[in-house]
């Protein structure tokens, strides 16, 4: 098995030192950490439709799933639909990693990676695939295979994700380039359609920093927030055991973003483990708001370091999420995991 192929089941854990959380608590909130248990690689966020959707890999490695309710707090118990399995045969007969939820063009749109079954190597052939659904409702409506990703160059890649800002909707994304050392870097490209980018790929970020190649160099998980002027992507790094953390780059709002000399890094990780909190592992997030619009960081972690077997069918990497504020710089900070309970 190469580097890659172990990299994508190590686990989860952090490193790095994280600023005093400077958030308050959501009072009455009524969230439990861990929110919904089980689900790894965990996108929450709140539509235009007053609800909140939820969707994530699921142990199995199996299944597309979508659960929403109208409270942050009731995802946890929300009902979860299987909206499409994976094929037979071909290249998306394999496992399912990190599902993100997205408009694109009026259509409700699922962005995760993919591999081939059969055993070997071929397993670890991951691209970044997409479904569509034939309906407003994505929690109704029939649910299709859109296609693959079409990207400059054939290579390892996951984690998708889009977002739009100052009028133009972008594709950020891991992906493995040839000659460079490293398993994943970050790319950005501003998308043209569902399945095709518009520009040639800015690459934003290769892991080079001790807290981003413990284990494996890796640079995966992109997630967008713009706040303060200045606009973030935070992105996980090092192998997914206690050792995976969060990084962030950042740059101005008005800065062209396709240029990387305008996005700078943190130098140490943002968001790491809490023994102490027993929170290991925080890693591959989202953002979202709660009910009274405050800033939630949302991501997966496990409640142990020591990982016994096959961390593939190790199943515990938990959805969890936590308030936080912001630096006197403007940049956000998410102090430390906080630990199981109600927040």
Known sequence: ??????????????????????????????IVNPLVRNRADAQV???????????????????LVLRRSKTLAGLATAQERVLWRH????????????????????????YFAAGPSGGGEDVFRIRSYAV???????????????????????????????????????????????????????????????????AKPARLTVPTLDWEVRGFKVAEAPAFLARNGQVFITYSASAT???????????????????PAAWTKSPQPVFKSSPENKVFGPGHNSFTVDEKGRDILVYH??????????????????????PFGFNADGSPNFGVPRANGRL
């Open 87 to 110: 094929e037979k045969t071909g290249p998306m007969s394999g496992f399912l990693w990190a599902p993100e939820l997205h408009l694109i063009d009026g259509k409700w749109v699922i």
């Open 132 to 198: 569509v659904c034939d309906g407003k409702d994505p929690m109704t409506g029939k649910w299709s295979a859109l296609g693959q990703l079409q990207l400059p160059w054939d290579s390892f890649n996951l984690d998708s994700t889009v977002f739009t800002h100052r009028g133009t909707r972008y594709l950020c994304w891991a992906q493995r380039e040839a000659g460079i050392d490293s398993n994943s870097n970050l790319y950005l490209a501003p998308l043209e359609t569902a399945l095709t980018i518009g």
């Open 301 to 322: 972690g496990r409640d142990y370091a020591a990982i016994k077997g096959d961390p593939l069918f190790d199943p515990n990497r938990h959805t969890r999420m936590q």
């Open 241 to 259: 055991d206690d050792r995976y953390c969060l990084g962030l780059l950042s740059a101005r709002a008005d800065a062209n973003l396709m240029d």
């Open 45 to 63: 966020f709140r539509h235009t439709d007053g609800w909140y959707y939820m969707t994530g890999s699921v142990p199995e490695y199996d299944r």
């Open 1 to 30: 098995m190469d580097t890659v192929s172990r990299r994508l089941f190590l686990a989860a854990s952090a490193v790095a030192t994280a600023a005093p959380a400077l958030a308050r608590r959501p009072a009455g909130s009524g």
